[in-house]
C-alpha cells in the first residue's frame, strides 16, 4: 500500500483526503460531524464514511481502508480518555489521532517553525520551534476561549444590559442590539439561556462593523478581545523573525486590529488543516525508513 | 378575617407569617422550594403548605386561608407571565405577587427611602424615593450579576487558567485552585460544564479571604467585583443622606470595601425579606379603608 489518509473532523463535518506517499492528494471525501466528546460511535462511522468515499473519489478499492496508514486531527482530544477510545476503534492501518489544532499548526506552518492562532467561535494558540510545542488556551465558552467570537458575543450582550440600567452609556451599537430583542432585556436573558457558544459568536461580526465606524461600545468589546488576543500570543514569547499564521472565521478581522509587531509577522497559512493532516501522514508513514507507529 | 400572609419564595424553601393587621407575627411555617419559572405547580403547593404551617403555629384553623389576604415576594416575577399563572391558582383571598427584591426592600427599608444592594450568589440593585423606584441589575449569571458571587467564582477560575497558560502570573489563590482540581486544567473546564451558578459562588469567600491577605490574583478579582458593585450603586443616583442596606450572602464581605461615601450610607436592615412581605400586607390590605386590590 502506497497511499495514506489525513482526516479533519470537527462538531459539522468530516473531511479525509486520500494522498500519495509524497503527499499529493488523489481523492477527497466528506461527511457528518466526528464530535467524539459527545458521539464516539457516530465519530467513528463519519470517520469511517469520509474516508471511503475518499477512496470512491480517487477510483480505488476502499476495502483497502484497513491496509492504510491514517493521521486524523480532531476537537476534543484533549479531554481524557476519548483519544484512546477512538484510536482502539479506528479501522485504518495504523492511526495517529491529534487535536485538531496540530493539524491546522502542520498545515499552516508545513516544516518551518512558528505560530497560529485561532480564532473563531473559540480560540486557541499553538507554537512550534523544532520538537517543542506550546499551546495557550482552548479551555472553552464558559472560562476560556479569550478573544474569540463566542466571548465578544457574549461581552457585547453584557454591555447592552449594562446600558439598558443606565450603568454606562449605551451607543448605536447597543441600541440596534435592544431593537433587534424587540426592547426587551428579558428576551436577552433568555436567548443566553437558550444558546450555545456558536449562537453568541454570530453577533461578532457586527461589533467589529460597529467598531470599524467608531462605536464606543462596540470598539471597547473589540479592543477588549484584542488585548486577549495579544495576551495569549505575548504568552508564547516569539521572536520577531518568526511566522504567525491567523487561522479561523475572525482572522481576516482580528488581524488588522493587531499591533505592527504582530502584523509584520503574519504569513499567510501554506495549506489548511486537513493539507496538515495529510501532510503530516505522509511525513510519519510515507518516509522509506517507514516511519513511526503512531 | 383581621389576619394577613407574608411569603418568601425562594429555589430552596419558602417561608410564611401569619400576622395582624397591625403586622404583628403570630404564627409561621416553612415548606420546600418556590421556584415558579422551573415548577408552577410544585410552587404553588409549597406556597400553601407554608401558609398552613404559620396559620398551624399560630393555632389558627387552616381553611380560613381563603378568607386570607396575602403578599408574596418570589424568584422569577420579572420574567414574563409567571406571575399572572400564579396569581390565578393562588387560594388567598387577595394576593399581590411582587419579586423577592421588592419584599426585601420593603423588609430592609421599612417606610423610608433608599436602597438596597442584594449580593449573594447574584447580584441586584433597587432604589426607592417616595412611590418611584428603580431596579439595576439581577439579569442572572451568564450576562449580568455583576459583583456577585457566582461571577467572582467563574472569574476566579477563568483567572487560574490563564495563569496556568502562563499568560498572566498566577499566585498563591490560583496555585491553591489548580491544586484542589488536581493540577489539571481540565478539571476546571469540566466543573463549569457541570456547574450551576451557587457552585462557582462557593469559591467567592476564599477569593475575599486571599484577597484580604494581599493575594494579587485574589485582589483583582474583588476590586473588579467591587467596582462593578460600585458602578451599579452610581446608577441609582443615591443622595448622600439615603439609607443603603446591603443584604444577601456576600452583603458583610463586600461592605468594607466600598468607598467612603457608600460605606457613610449603610445601615443595617429593619427587617428581613419576609418582615417586608408582612408589612406590605399589612400596609395594603389591613388600612382601614381596606386596601388596594392588588
Redesign the interface.
Known amino acids: 500500500m502506497n497511499l495514506v489518509l489525513g482526516i479533519d473532523g470537527g462538531g459539522t463535518s468530516c473531511r479525509a483526503a486520500l494522498a500519495t506517499l509524497a503527499g499529493d492528494i488523489i481523492g477527497r471525501g466528506k461527511s457528518g460531524p466526528a464530535n467524539i466528546m459527545t458521539d464516539l460511535t457516530g465519530a467513528r462511522h463519519n470517520i469511517v464514511e469520509a474516508a471511503r468515499l475518499a477512496f470512491v473519489d480517487a477510483g480505488k478499492d476502499s476495502t483497502m481502508i484497513s491496509a492504510t496508514d491514517a493521521v486524523l486531527g480532531l476537537a476534543g482530544t484533549?479531554?481524557?480518555g476519548y483519544r484512546q477510545q477512538l484510536e482502539a476503534v479506528l479501522p485504518f492501518r495504523r492511526s495517529l489521532v491529534e487535536s485538531d489544532a496540530v493539524i491546522a499548526l502542520n498545515g499552516a506552518l508545513g516544516e518551518r517553525d512558528g505560530a497560529i492562532a485561532i480564532i473563531g467561535t473559540g480560540s486557541i494558540f499553538m507554537s512550534r520551534k523544532g520538537a517543542a510545542m506550546q499551546t495557550?488556551?482552548g479551555?472553552?465558552f464558559?472560562?476560556?476561549d479569550?478573544g474569540g467570537g463566542a466571548r465578544i458575543g457574549?461581552d457585547l450582550?453584557?454591555e447592552v444590559?449594562?446600558a439598558h440600567?443606565?450603568?454606562?452609556p449605551g451607543s448605536e451599537l447597543t441600541h440596534a442590539v435592544m431593537a433587534h430583542f424587540g426592547g426587551d432585556?428579558?428576551e436577552?436573558?433568555?436567548f443566553?439561556?437558550a444558546s450555545k457558544p456558536a449562537d453568541f459568536g454570530n453577533f461578532a461580526p457586527l461589533v467589529f462593523d460597529f467598531a470599524a465606524r467608531g462605536d464606543s461600545v462596540g470598539s471597547r468589546v473589540i479592543a477588549r478581545a484584542v488585548g486577549d488576543v495579544e495576551?495569549?500570543l505575548?504568552?508564547l514569547k516569539l521572536e520577531p523573525d518568526q511566522i504567525l499564521c491567523l487561522l479561523g472565521g475572525l482572522a481576516a478581522l482580528i488581524a488588522p486590529q493587531l499591533s505592527h509587531r504582530y502584523r509584520m509577522m503574519l504569513r499567510p497559512p501554506l495549506q489548511d488543516a486537513l493539507g496538515g493532516a495529510v501532510s503530516m501522514a505522509a511525513r510519519l508513514f510515507g518516509a522509506p525508513k517507514g516511519g513511526a507507529d503512531g
Do not use: H, S, T
Not at 165 to 168: F, P, V
Open positions: 484533549n479531554v481524557g495557550i488556551g479551555w472553552g464558559m472560562l476560556g479569550l457574549r450582550l453584557q444590559l449594562v440600567d443606565d450603568i454606562r432585556p428579558r436577552i436573558v433568555k443566553a439561556a495576551e495569549a505575548d504568552a
